[in-house]
C-alpha cells in the first residue's frame, strides 16, 4: 500500500512538472509569435502594404483594435509610424480602425483623472 502512494505520488508530480514546463514553454512560444507579428506589421506600415498588414492579422487570427496598444514599432505607435513614413494606405485604415479606440481613452482618462 505505502508503495502504491509512493508511486502515485511521484506519477503526480511527474505530472505536476511536466504541465509547468509546458506552460513556460507556451509563453515563451507566444511571446515569439508576437515579437515575429509584430515585427511583420511594423514593415508593413513602414512601406504602405495594407494587403500584408491585412494578411498577417488574418494568419495570425487577431483583429489590429484588439492588439493596437501592445504594438509598437520603434517605440511608437503604428499610425504614428505610418504618418511618418508617408504610408497613404495604412493611415487611411488605421484611423478608420483604431482612431475611436484612442479617442475612448483619452476620454475615460479625463473621467479618471
Known amino acids: 500500500m505505502k508503495n502504491q502512494f509512493k ?5 503526480l508530480l511527474l505530472s505536476a512538472l511536466a504541465a509547468f514546463s509546458g506552460s513556460a514553454r507556451t509563453a515563451e512560444s507566444n511571446n515569439y509569435r508576437f515579437n515575429k507579428l509584430t515585427q511583420s506589421l511594423c514593415d508593413s506600415v513602414k512601406n ?13 487570427r487577431v483583429h489590429i483594435r484588439n492588439i493596437y496598444s ?19 494606405k495604412m493611415v487611411s485604415y488605421l484611423k478608420n480602425k483604431v482612431l475611436h479606440i484612442d479617442v475612448s481613452n483619452l476620454q475615460q482618462e479625463k473621467v479618471a483623472g
Do not use: H, W, Y
Open 48 to 60: 504602405d502594404q495594407l494587403a500584408k498588414f491585412r494578411s498577417e492579422l488574418l494568419t495570425a
Open 7 to 11: 508511486v502515485f505520488s511521484f506519477v
Open 70 to 88: 501592445q504594438v509598437q514599432c520603434d517605440g511608437s505607435p503604428l499610425l504614428d509610424i505610418a504618418m511618418i513614413n508617408q504610408s497613404k
